[in-house]
């Protein structure tokens, strides 16, 4: 059985996994990975995410979630103990872990009193860790159509250094970005945004959801950057990370106050995703399980349509533009991308007439060809800052 799943997940064109790391189940398992991933940013060891992972099982979305919760808790007494004790860098490294776990808890929990305990919970730990791990944060709102875009804020020594903005994608809140990129771009010298645009976190609680012209609340929280944190634009980076690689593309169209643009992989036209993700959901019928079942939910949720034909339909015509892209751009591409994210990225590359521009693919050897380098996040930070050192 686990052969013949691991053989018609490569078959999608769709797929951000084309081999099996421990669970047969491939949401679970790809997102086993990147909490094994956030692990060297303060996330989880192996040991600890290898012992929730024995507390699953395959296949049952309520035993992750309840397994991750259990070890939150666990990880978040083990702080309370060592600042009780006078530790309060041991403290705030268990509290992170506690976030890290809470986080990946609500993964697969539906939209809900339980998935927003357990959003609200996370980030209650996260930014506790930060204060207690002495990290320059600082919170911040940006009000966005009666709504509010939420984000943090992480200040260079030097005020004078670039600063990189990372935006995740259907998947993510701005904290998890922290640990998946955030941290590493901290500790070599630059100033740090995170931020949750629309349709992220919590947004859809203030009825904000995915936007085609993502440049209207991305250019909100670029004047916020300016304003709050005196972020100049021509040392501005930003960096999407798999939905948020058609942020990326966008706003490199879109959004001239950028002095750099990263996209792994760049997604021009969400909707050859979308339909070719309708199609694959249409074909595999009720064979779907609950794990994706579960996950599905919450991405319309956050997409604001009640199922893929909608959202397939919601985003038809919907593109950026490669001919106004001249920001330098870094297209990053994982070997184990599906057909729609190789042929993206590809395209929108050759496409572009942006005279610093590059291409990189990392392949198996790399350990990082894993959707969005989720199996190896350093090796996708140590590249973008080699190329930021160039271009910025």
Same mark, same amino acid.
């Not at 309370?80 to 705030?92: I, M, P, Q, V, Y």
């Not at 990370?241 to 058609?246: A, F, I, P, R």
């Given at each position: 059985?686990?052969?013949?799943?691991?053989?018609?997940?490569?078959?999608?064109?769709?797929?951000?996994?084309? !081999?099996?790391?421990?669970?047969?189940?491939?949401?679970?398992?790809?997102?086993?990975?990147?909490?094994?991933?956030?692990?060297?940013?303060?996330?989880? $060891?192996?040991?600890?995410?290898?012992?929730?992972?024995? #507390?699953?099982?395959?296949?049952?979305?309520?035993?992750?979630?309840?397994?991750?919760?259990? &070890?939150?808790?666990?990880?978040? %007494?083990?702080?309370?103990?060592?600042?009780?004790?006078?530790?309060?860098?041991? *403290?705030?490294?268990?509290?992170?872990?506690?976030?890290?776990?809470?986080?990946?808890?609500? #993964?697969? =929990?539906?939209?809900?009193?339980?998935?927003?305990?357990?959003?609200?919970?996370?980030?209650?730990?996260?930014? #506790?860790?930060?204060?207690?791990?002495?990290?320059?944060?600082?919170?911040?709102?940006?009000?966005?159509?009666?709504?509010?875009?939420?984000?943090?804020?992480? !200040?260079? *020594?030097?005020?004078?250094?670039?600063?990189?903005?990372?935006?995740?994608?259907?998947?993510?809140?701005?904290?998890?970005?922290?640990?998946? &990129?955030?941290?590493?771009?901290?500790?070599?010298?630059?100033? %740090?945004?995170?931020?949750?645009?629309?349709?992220?976190?919590?947004?859809?609680?203030?009825?904000?959801?995915?936007?085609?012209?993502?440049?209207?609340?991305?250019?909100?929280?670029?004047?916020?950057?300016?304003?709050?944190?005196?972020?100049?634009?021509?040392?501005?980076?930003?960096?999407?990370?798999?939905?948020?690689?058609?942020?990326?593309?966008?706003?490199?169209?879109?959004?001239?106050?950028?002095?750099?643009?990263?996209?792994?992989?760049?997604?021009?036209?969400?909707?050859?995703?979308?339909?070719?993700?309708?199609?694959?959901?249409?074909?595999?019928?009720? $064979?779907?399980?609950? =794990?994706?079942?579960?996950?599905?939910?919450?991405?319309?949720?956050?997409?604001?349509?009640?199922?893929?034909? $909608?959202?397939?339909?919601?985003?038809?015509? =919907?593109?950026?533009?490669?001919?106004?892209?001249? %920001?330098?751009?870094?297209?990053?591409?994982?070997? &184990?991308?599906?057909? =729609?994210?190789?042929?993206?990225?590809?395209?929108?590359? &050759?496409?572009?007439?942006?005279?610093?521009?590059?291409?990189?693919?990392?392949?198996?050897?790399?350990?990082?060809?894993?959707?969005?380098?989720?199996?190896?996040?350093?090796?996708?930070? #140590?590249?973008?800052?080699?190329?930021?050192?160039?271009?910025?």
């Amino acid at each position: 059985m686990a052969a013949q799943e691991d053989e018609a997940r490569v078959d999608y064109s769709t797929a951000r996994l084309s !081999q099996r790391y421990r669970f047969n189940d491939s949401n679970m398992d790809l997102f086993f990975l990147g909490a094994l991933g956030w692990g060297p940013a303060g996330g989880l $060891s192996a040991g600890e995410a290898y012992y929730v992972a024995s #507390q699953i099982e395959d296949g049952n979305p309520k035993s992750w979630a309840d397994a991750f919760e259990r &070890q939150g808790r666990v990880l978040a %007494v083990q702080a309370d103990t060592w600042l009780e004790r006078g530790s309060r860098r041991a *403290a705030g490294e268990a509290r992170l872990k506690g976030f890290a776990c809470y986080r990946s808890a609500w #993964q697969f =929990v539906p939209p809900g009193e339980r998935f927003a305990s357990l959003f609200r919970t996370s980030q209650k730990l996260f930014d #506790q860790a930060m204060k207690e791990l002495r990290l320059r944060a600082t919170s911040f709102t940006v009000p966005y159509k009666g709504g509010a875009l939420a984000g943090h804020f992480y !200040q260079a *020594a030097d005020p004078s250094a670039p600063t990189v903005m990372v935006i995740g994608g259907a998947d993510t809140c701005h904290e998890d970005r922290f640990l998946s &990129q955030g941290r590493y771009y901290l500790e070599r010298g630059y100033s %740090v945004a995170l931020v949750d645009l629309p349709g992220q976190g919590l947004t859809m609680e203030d009825g904000l959801h995915w936007e085609p012209e993502i440049e209207r609340p991305l250019g909100a929280v670029i004047d916020e950057l300016v304003v709050r944190f005196n972020v100049k634009t021509e040392k501005l980076a930003m960096l999407g990370m798999s939905l948020g690689g058609y942020f990326a593309c966008r706003a490199a169209a879109e959004e001239p106050r950028l002095g750099a643009v990263i996209a792994t992989p760049a997604l021009p036209r969400p909707h050859d995703l979308f339909a070719a993700a309708a199609k694959a959901s249409e074909d595999a019928g009720a $064979s779907t399980s609950e =794990v994706e079942r579960r996950n599905m939910q919450v991405l319309l949720w956050k997409a604001g349509v009640d199922d893929l034909a $909608s959202l397939s339909q919601k985003w038809a015509g =919907v593109s950026a533009d490669p001919s106004k892209v001249h %920001v330098p751009f870094l297209s990053v591409l994982g070997g &184990q991308e599906g057909e =729609v994210w190789k042929k993206a990225t590809t395209e929108w590359h &050759q496409a572009i007439p942006s005279e610093l521009k590059r291409f990189v693919t990392f392949d198996a050897p790399t350990g990082a060809d894993a959707h969005c380098q989720g199996s190896n996040p350093l090796i996708l930070a #140590q590249e973008v800052d080699t190329w930021l050192r160039h271009v910025l």
